[in-house]
């Protein structure tokens, strides 16, 4: 019908007349017309008639967004609430200020006596978290903004902002790794905050990787010598000034860095050909930006925490680009164009924290796939080939050898009608997850309790001394786990017990093993995505890290990483910095070149940590 009604089918949707648009929204019905147009308001309510039928139901949830809202324009209060003012504002403008504006407004608050004799104690508090707010670098953030918007830096000092303005006295706060998401710059106001609720007479106790914070403890208490069964031991406790033993700094990685005894890892650097961009990226903060990523090499894009990166790479890069290759996906955020030499990459995989699994009987070799061959290996003993028990008698997630009491979960959970509910060990199996006939079957002595109960360091070991090659294989298939740094995780621990940089790097496993078991992989080009992988790492475990990446490098495929990790930003084959600074003042691009060229004339707060 475009024809007959003169829509322009080929003409952008903002370049339409409202008359054009009116049509296609609200159609054009003529009577005893059967060219009559149907409007999309007038079909999506035909659609929502029949969502009962669950084609309409799938077909409404792909087609249905969210939009602000027509009644109260996004304030989310009626327009009695309004109609009250203070200093000539409602509720909804002064949450739409930031904070630096809110600290301006009631600094110039004019009030008269008998309103200040109200309000003043309600004012004094508010100004005092404002500024709380302030000192840890978050002026920039809108009292409105939602808190799933926030990067993982800014919620973990919105939650310190909670601690500072309680101003409590004698407290022990127990901190671990509040250095998550955020810059050395944003590390530094970090310290300040942590120095101060100490000298309020408080204790704070910080659990942390991050080389600043270390170095402005009072006391370092470092753990090691390494991680798992070769870990649990104090190898130094004092003050990084005092003189070190020399036995100490022999156990502690961590001294050997900080001295500068043991050397950063040093990649040889990778140079590049082909490319990708975004053109117009104008998500959130960033301002209209064309921004151009590297193919082959690995990519760190930096900047203070609330510059924008995340709503560069998670919010436009990655649906962008999995829209392009996969035809579906998700809306991207705003931006004009996706350019570049778009065939050289087959498939795009963003690896995020998220854990791995929905359910609690989710592990780190269920994921990997090796938990098929430890079944495998199990059901060919001779007492499990007497008893017919297949492999998936060993399956905690199927009927058969699981324990029907726990269904496999190992613990049963009770729930109280008034209280939260109880977890107990499941009392049929011992918290051994299957029945007494399936622990029977013993593979060189060991069940299968007692290889889900292993480490990957011990499995490799065990796995790998035994003379068949299924055995061989499943050594094989869990060194990937030890390349990123996760020798120490049990076989068969819960996925929901792992830290959202464990998950990370299980993914990152998963990839390693299926681009050198695959041959349908190792044809593909991918690119991948990391947000702040080296969270939880440390300086050993870095190195590492860089190692993997340089693996699935080595196969042809792309690495671009969201970093605030300085060894990981050194490191890099290129950087995109983004700024200069947070919120409405960041956004832009600073700076776009290799990391040396990014020391030697950069001007971003991450330029001046770079060559400092």
């Given at each position: ?489 049990k076989l068969g621990q819960s996925s929901s017990t792992l830290s959202g940089g464990e998950s990370q790097r299980i993914k990152l496993a998963y990839f390693l093993a299926l681009s050198e078991d695959s041959a349908s992989v190792r044809k593909e080009k991918i690119l991948f995505l990391f947000d702040e992988p080296t969270t939880g790492l440390h300086f050993y475990d870095v190195e590492r890290l860089l190692k993997a990446f340089d693996v699935l490098l080595d196969k042809g495929h792309t690495v671009i990483v969201v970093e605030h990790n300085m060894d990981v930003i050194r490191a890099a084959d290129w950087v995109i910095d983004l700024g200069p600074d947070a919120g409405d003042k960041g956004g832009e691009i600073v700076f776009a070149g290799t990391p040396e060229e990014m020391a030697e004339s950069g001007t971003s707060f991450t330029a001046g940590y770079l060559r400092g």
């Amino acid at each position: 019908m475009a024809e007959r009604y003169n829509i322009p089918i080929f003409e952008p949707y903002c370049n339409l007349s409202q008359e054009v648009k009116d049509t296609i929204w609200n159609g054009h019905s003529v009577d005893g017309d059967e060219n009559s147009i149907i409007g999309i308001n007038e079909f999506f309510s035909w659609v929502e008639a029949n969502r009962y039928k669950i084609q309409y139901k799938y077909m409404l949830s792909r087609f249905s967004g969210r939009t602000t809202c027509h009644a109260c324009h996004g304030s989310r209060l009626r327009p009695e609430a309004l109609y009250v003012k203070v200093g000539g504002k409602t509720i909804a403008e002064l949450l739409d200020m930031n904070v630096e504006e809110l600290l301006a407004f009631f600094a110039a608050l004019e009030l008269s006596d008998y309103e200040r004799g109200i309000v003043h104690k309600a004012v004094d508090e508010i100004v005092s978290r404002l500024r709380c707010i302030a000192d840890v670098g978050l002026s920039y953030l809108t009292m409105s903004r939602a808190c799933n918007t926030l990067s993982g830096g800014e919620s973990q000092r919105i939650n310190l902002v909670t601690a500072l303005g309680s101003s409590l006295v004698g407290s022990m706060y127990i901190l671990d790794e509040p250095s998550i998401g955020l810059h050395p710059r944003d590390t530094d106001r970090l310290i300040s905050v942590l120095r101060r609720l100490r000298d309020l007479g408080n204790t704070v106790v910080v659990v942390e990787h991050d080389e600043e914070i270390i170095r402005a403890a009072d006391m370092l208490i470092d753990m090691g010598p390494l991680a798992g069964s070769d870990g649990g031991e104090v190898v130094f406790q004092g003050k990084i000034s005092d003189k070190i033993p020399a036995a100490a700094k022999r156990r502690s990685l961590t001294l050997q860095y900080l001295d500068g005894s043991r050397r950063r890892l040093s990649r040889e650097k990778r140079s590049w050909t082909y490319s990708i961009s975004v053109e117009g990226a104008m998500e959130h903060n960033l301002k209209d930006i064309n921004v151009k990523f590297p193919l082959g090499v690995l990519t760190v894009v930096s900047g203070v925490s609330g510059s924008g990166k995340s709503s560069l790479v998670g919010d436009i890069l990655y649906p962008a680009l999995y829209r392009k290759i996969n035809q579906t996906g998700d809306l991207p955020g705003v931006f004009r164009k996706l350019s570049g030499n778009l065939d050289r990459v087959t498939r795009v995989e963003y690896v995020d924290q998220n854990p791995i699994g929905k359910s609690s009987r989710s592990n780190a070799v269920t994921y990997l796939k090796v938990y098929d061959d430890i079944r495998k290996l199990l059901s060919d003993q001779q007492y499990a080939k007497i008893n017919g028990y297949t492999p998936s008698f060993f399956s905690f997630n199927q009927e058969g050898g699981r324990c029907p009491e726990c269904q496999g979960d190992g613990f049963v959970r009770i729930p109280m009608q008034f209280m939260a509910d109880v977890t107990m060990v499941c009392e049929a199996c011992g918290g051994k997850r299957f029945k007494p006939d399936i622990l029977e079957v013993r593979y060189q002595g060991k069940n299968i309790d007692d290889i889900l109960g292993m480490s990957v360091e011990e499995a490799i070991s065990f796995f790998g001394a035994q003379k068949d090659d299924l055995a061989k294989q499943i050594a094989h298939r869990l060194q990937p786990l030890v390349d990123v740094g996760l020798s120490y995780i049990k076989l068969g621990q819960s996925s929901s017990t792992l830290s959202g940089g464990e998950s990370q790097r299980i993914k990152l496993a998963y990839f390693l093993a299926l681009s050198e078991d695959s041959a349908s992989v190792r044809k593909e080009k991918i690119l991948f995505l990391f947000d702040e992988p080296t969270t939880g790492l440390h300086f050993y475990d870095v190195e590492r890290l860089l190692k993997a990446f340089d693996v699935l490098l080595d196969k042809g495929h792309t690495v671009i990483v969201v970093e605030h990790n300085m060894d990981v930003i050194r490191a890099a084959d290129w950087v995109i910095d983004l700024g200069p600074d947070a919120g409405d003042k960041g956004g832009e691009i600073v700076f776009a070149g290799t990391p040396e060229e990014m020391a030697e004339s950069g001007t971003s707060f991450t330029a001046g940590y770079l060559r400092g």
